[in-house]
């Protein structure tokens, strides 16, 4: 009898879908229990509705049994006389005794369409945990190719029609909506976990013109742009509202990581939204969370640009307190500092703890490229240079030889990692040059190429051999640059003095003024450098008249500052009598320290403190190096540099600082 009477509703369900002609209006998301409710209908409204009889409603879905206008037959499984073998499975079961049949598990099935098809066949039989579990296992298997798939499924489920795909997925995913408010906490972040990863999928894998699930399962879970489904996943964010009081931290942490994916925030009446909920119930229970649980959390916050403070503080001060760094796996330590350092919310004992922990290890094999990139970049960004750890991970990457396995946006947020701290590492900076130069076709994206040349060039490392090969590629990223990655470009190749006129054309001017109006006052200070160098050096064409003078207005307009170092050694220049002259601004626009006299010539004088150079090196930073280049070549005027390591070694002592400059500049002794 219960058999009968599940065949009966289902079939009687399927007819439905068939014979019902569309109908319009608006979308509801409520269900009130006890009374007569609503079906869930969360895809595109062309093809469904909601009806009010208690049943859901799939309008023009094709059935999958024989192809024939009658009322379908009012039996299931292995009693079904049909030429469509899909419908008899290979799955064995019991009914003696009345029992249910026992539903398979989804991680014995082993392609997307044994997914889809058994999930079907046993859904009145399956609890909401059963169904849940459907859609994690959809996303894993979409990750694999389809032929490996096939190779290990082991059923015999024949070749799924795209017309029987599709009745299938609907009313699979009709069930997952309609009884998500009945799942518990896991049921529910498993669902929405597995619905954001197969979104991600299907965005990350692009349109495809072949008819299967992906086509189906994008008019489910995404919209027209390929974005995600908002109103699937506001409906899911709302299901868990009256659950979070249930929550554990795994599944806040799930839940959390799931929209990070899709990278959607739901927001409520009330003015608050998902992530703040999630937060305030995380504060809570923070001691539950493992370290997995901990990196995925912080990372889904950063993610989508939520630093909740008192989150990260919380969060943090568990992960000092509780000090079992051993505990994080390399992703999860990795993970763990990026989110802090992209949410802006730097927790510098949680830094100092993790650097010294890193630090402390025997090898850092167990580290994936990415993850050795993401640690440098987190600490360069919070400005937090951990001298010893970026040396330990330099030194890794240069002796294990393992740049290969880099990927171009990994090298160059690597050098751009050093670069921001200041921290110079010559043979690191010597492999990835190295390496970028071989497989500089693979540098598609704006933003790695930008940051490499950037990179080398804020170094004072102008390495003629990589600057020259990656002039085509630069080209080929220029109209997907932001005004940043232009302005960085040109500056990089300004500092390098290597010609790319193939580069700095007409197309790329154009692109520079079709942006004028986002340049902000650092970009239009490189531009200038560039102008300068393009114009007064190479003889090439430079910006157009408008926008030079608003780059020469800016570059001039900064406002000079005098150290104690500079008015030290001012005041010895006027102590030998070379009456000097401060701050003196010249045609290029640059400004120079002070400006003497000497045998009939003027000499310009740079005070270089540690300001100019690399860390605390004695290595000139990009930007000194132009400026030593440029002075002479365009004011006519000879600069000499008064650094300031050579300042302390001659102490306090005036005569002795005296006799210094006389040297430098070979000028005469009174006596």
Not at 330 to 350: C, D, I, M, R, Y
Not at 440 to 462: D, R
Not at 612 to 635: A, E, M, N, W, Y
Request: glycine share 4%.
């Amino acid at each position: 009898m219960w058999r009968c009477r599940q065949a009966v509703q289902t079939t009687a369900q399927r007819w439905l879908r068939r014979n019902t002609s569309p109908s319009s209006g608006s979308q509801q998301f409520a269900r009130a229990p006890h009374q007569q409710h609503f079906s869930v209908r969360l895809y595109n409204t062309s093809a469904c509705s909601i009806t009010a009889s208690g049943q859901s409603s799939l309008l023009n879905r094709p059935s999958i049994l024989a192809g024939s206008d009658s009322h379908p037959s009012l039996v299931r499984y292995g009693d079904v006389k049909t030429s469509n073998p899909l419908l008899i499975t290979s799955h064995t079961f019991s009914t003696r005794g009345g029992k249910r049949p026992r539903v398979p598990q989804m991680r014995d099935l082993h392609s997307v369409e044994e997914v889809i098809m058994t999930a079907y066949e046993y859904l009145n039989d399956m609890s909401r945990r059963d169904i849940s579990a459907v859609w994690p296992r959809i996303a894993l298997l979409m990750t694999k190719p389809q032929s490996k798939q096939r190779g290990k499924s082991s059923h015999n489920t024949g070749k799924l029609s795209f017309d029987d795909m599709e009745h299938m997925l609907y009313t699979i995913f009709d069930d997952t909506t309609d009884g998500i408010k009945r799942c518990d906490m896991r049921g529910l972040t498993e669902t929405t976990l597995g619905m954001a990863k197969i979104a991600k999928t299907l965005r990350q894998q692009g349109k495809s013109k072949r008819e299967d699930s992906r086509v189906i399962l994008r008019r489910l879970l995404l919209s027209k742009d390929m974005k995600s489904n908002e109103k699937l996943f506001q409906f899911l964010a709302g299901a868990s509202m009256d659950k979070f009081d249930r929550f554990d931290a795994r599944y806040l942490s799930n839940l959390a990581y799931a929209y990070a994916l899709i990278d959607y925030v739901p927001e409520f009446d009330d003015g608050s939204d998902l992530f703040d909920h999630i937060a305030m119930n995380a504060v809570d229970v923070r001691a539950e969370f493992n370290a997995q649980e901990l990196s995925n959390m912080m990372w889904a916050y950063a993610t989508v640009d939520k630093p909740h403070a008192a989150l990260f503080e919380a969060m943090g001060d568990h992960i000092v307190e509780s000090n079992r760094f051993d505990r994080f796996k390399p992703q999860e330590l990795s993970n763990t500092v990026w989110a802090f350092a992209t949410a802006g919310t730097p927790h510098p004992k949680l830094l100092e703890k993790v650097a010294n922990h890193i630090v402390s290890l025997d090898s850092l094999d167990r580290f994936k490229p990415q993850e050795l990139s993401n640690t440098v970049w987190a600490y360069a960004t919070v400005q937090v240079p951990k001298h010893k750890l970026l040396e330990k991970v330099a030194n890794h990457i240069v002796e294990s030889a393992s740049l290969g396995r880099f990927k171009p946006q990994e090298l160059s947020n690597t050098v751009w990692a050093y670069a921001t701290a200041r921290v110079h590492h010559p043979e690191l900076f010597q492999r990835v040059a190295e390496a970028a130069i071989q497989r500089k076709t693979e540098f598609s994206k704006s933003q790695a190429v930008a940051n490499l040349l950037w990179s080398y060039s804020t170094m004072g490392i102008t390495n003629k051999k990589l600057f020259s090969s990656f002039v085509t590629t630069a080209s080929k990223v220029i109209d997907s640059c932001t005004n940043q990655e232009l302005s960085n470009i040109a500056w990089s190749y300004a500092v390098a003095d290597v010609d790319a006129a193939p580069l700095f054309n007409d197309h790329f001017i154009k692109k520079c003024v079709e942006k004028e109006d986002g340049f902000e006052i650092e970009h239009l200070f490189q531009l200038h450098q560039w102008h300068l160098w393009q114009t007064k050096e190479m003889s090439h064409s430079g910006l157009p008249v408008d926008l030079q003078e608003r780059c020469y207005n800016v570059f001039i307009s900064e406002e000079p500052r005098v150290s104690k170092f500079q008015e030290d050694v001012v005041a010895q220049l006027s102590s030998i009598g070379l009456d000097p002259k401060e701050e003196v601004l010249f045609d290029s626009g640059y400004r120079i320290d002070a400006l003497v006299e000497v045998n009939g010539n003027q000499v310009g004088i740079e005070v270089d403190g540690p300001y100019h150079f690399i860390g605390k090196g004695r290595s000139p930073l990009g930007r000194t190096v132009l400026k030593r280049r440029q002075v002479p070549l365009i004011d006519g005027i000879e600069l000499v540099s008064v650094p300031y390591w050579k300042w302390d070694e001659v102490g306090k002592d005036q005569a002795k600082k005296q006799e210094y400059l006389r040297n430098l500049l070979s000028v005469k002794s009174d006596k």
